[in-house]
C-alpha cells in the first residue's frame, strides 16, 4: 500500500527558473492539499484540490504559483520565475473524501540559487 | 496573524518521565484538533486528534487534552522514550472549512527525549 508520494525529493532551480513538483496521492484518494513549510516555520496550507477541479487556492501566492490536478496523472505544483523566498520544503496531502485525516507525503525540497 | 501557537521552540525530557507539549489557539471556529509528529527529512505523521465536543482523547501513551474556554490543548506522552524524539506539530481545523486536510499548524516543538 504506497503512501503519498512526492518527486523530486530535491530540487534545486536557479532564479528565474520554472519548479515542478508532483505528488501521487494515495491509491484511492482523490483530494489533494499542498503545504509549504518555510525554515523555521510551521506548514502554511497552500491549496486543495480534487480531480480537476481547484477548491480552494486561498494560501496560494497570487502569482508565479499554479497547481492541477488532472484526471489521469499526479498533482502538480509548479512555481514559475522562482525567486530566493521560495526556497521551502512543499508537502502534499491527499485524503479519500473530505472528512477524514489526510496523509502527507516526504515533501520536495526546493532551493533556489 | 498566528492563529495556532506553540510558544516553547524545544523541550527536553529524561527517558521515562512525561513530556507535556503545549498549544494555544486564537480562532473560536476550530473545532478539530490534531497532533503530528514529524522527522527530519520526513513528511509529518498523524498521532492523535480530538474534536472540540471532548476535553479528552487517549491512545496509548499519547493522551490531548482541550480547554476549550481557555483556547489550549497540550499533548501528553508517558512514558517518553528516545525514539519520540521529533518536531511535535498542533494542527486545528476551522469548521467552516471544506475538508479535513485544511489544518492551520502551530510553528512546532522540537522534543528530545534522553535515554
Known amino acids: 500500500n504506497a503512501g503519498v508520494m512526492q518527486n523530486p525529493r530535491h530540487l534545486v532551480r536557479r532564479r528565474g527558473q520554472e519548479a515542478r513538483l508532483r505528488c501521487s496521492p494515495v491509491?484511492?484518494?482523490?483530494?489533494v492539499y499542498w503545504y509549504r513549510q518555510l525554515p523555521e516555520e510551521g506548514l502554511k496550507f497552500m491549496v486543495y484540490?480534487?480531480?480537476?477541479?481547484?477548491?480552494?487556492e486561498s494560501g496560494m501566492p497570487k502569482e508565479r504559483f499554479s497547481a492541477e490536478f488532472p484526471k489521469e496523472g499526479p498533482s502538480i505544483l509548479r512555481i514559475q520565475q522562482v525567486v530566493r523566498g521560495d526556497s521551502a520544503a512543499y508537502f502534499c496531502?491527499?485524503?479519500?473524501?473530505?472528512?477524514?485525516?489526510?496523509?502527507f507525503g516526504q515533501g520536495t525540497r526546493l532551493t533556489v540559487v | 496573524d498566528q492563529q495556532v501557537k506553540q510558544n516553547s521552540p524545544s523541550l527536553s525530557v529524561q527517558e521515562g518521565r512525561i513530556s507535556i507539549l503545549n498549544c494555544d489557539y486564537t480562532n473560536s471556529m476550530f473545532d478539530y484538533f490534531l497532533w503530528y509528529k514529524k522527522y527530519p527529512a520526513e513528511g509529518p505523521t498523524f498521532l492523535i486528534s480530538?474534536?472540540?465536543?471532548?476535553d479528552k482523547n487517549e491512545d496509548g501513551r499519547f493522551t490531548v487534552f482541550l480547554n476549550k474556554s481557555a483556547k489550549h490543548l497540550s499533548l501528553h506522552i508517558v512514558p517518553s522514550q528516545p525514539g519520540d524524539s521529533a518536531v511535535y506539530f498542533c494542527?486545528?481545523?476551522?469548521?467552516?472549512?471544506?475538508?479535513?486536510?485544511?489544518?492551520?499548524f502551530g510553528q512546532g516543538t522540537i522534543l528530545t527525549v534522553h535515554p
Open positions: 491509491k484511492g484518494h482523490s483530494h
Open positions: 496531502a491527499s485524503s479519500p473524501v473530505g472528512n477524514t485525516e489526510a496523509f
Open positions: 480530538i474534536s472540540s465536543i471532548k
Open positions: 494542527a486545528a481545523r476551522d469548521e467552516g472549512g471544506t475538508s479535513y486536510g485544511k489544518l492551520t
Open positions: 484540490l480534487q480531480k480537476e477541479n481547484i477548491i480552494d
